[in-house]
C-alpha cells in the first residue's frame, strides 16, 4: 500500500514562506512524477506544480516565479516551497504520485493559511 504523507502546512502572513513536504512509501519513487495540487473552499482541485522523474518541471500561472517544486529521491520526498504567499494561496495543499498503468496515489492534504 503506497502512502504518501504531507508536512508542512500551516499559518504564514502574506509575503511569508512555507515548504511543503510529501514522503512517499514506494521504493520505486524515483521513476514516478509527483504533483502538488491544492483546492481552496467552494472550488475545484487545481494542479500547482509538477515534476517528472527526468525532473522537468511545470507551474500554474498563479504561482510561477513564486513556488518551487523539487524532489530528492534518496529520502523519497517532494518539496514544494512557497515564497511572496497571499491570501489567494490559501488551500488545503495535496501531493499526488502519477504510479504504474496510470495508478494515482494522493495524500491526506496539509492546510496552507495565508493571512492578510
Known amino acids: 500500500q503506497v502512502q504518501l504523507v504531507e508536512s508542512g502546512g500551516g499559518l504564514v502572513q502574506a509575503g511569508g514562506s512555507l515548504r511543503l513536504s510529501c514522503v512517499a512509501s514506494?521504493?520505486?519513487?524515483?521513476?514516478?512524477?509527483i504533483g502538488w495540487y491544492r483546492q481552496a473552499p467552494g472550488k475545484q482541485r487545481e494542479l500547482v506544480a509538477r515534476?517528472?522523474?527526468?525532473?522537468?518541471?511545470n507551474y500554474a500561472d498563479s504561482v510561477k516565479g513564486r513556488f518551487t517544486i523539487s524532489r530528492d529521491n534518496l529520502k523519497k520526498t517532494g518539496y514544494l516551497q512557497m515564497n511572496s504567499l497571499t491570501p489567494e494561496d490559501t488551500a488545503v495543499y495535496y501531493c499526488?504520485?502519477?504510479?504504474?498503468?496510470?495508478?494515482?496515489?494522493w495524500g491526506q492534504g496539509t492546510q496552507v493559511t495565508v493571512s492578510s
Open positions: 499526488k504520485l502519477d504510479g504504474f498503468f496510470r495508478q494515482e496515489y
Open positions: 514506494m521504493s520505486t519513487f524515483s521513476v514516478h512524477a
Open positions: 515534476i517528472t522523474s527526468d525532473r522537468t518541471t
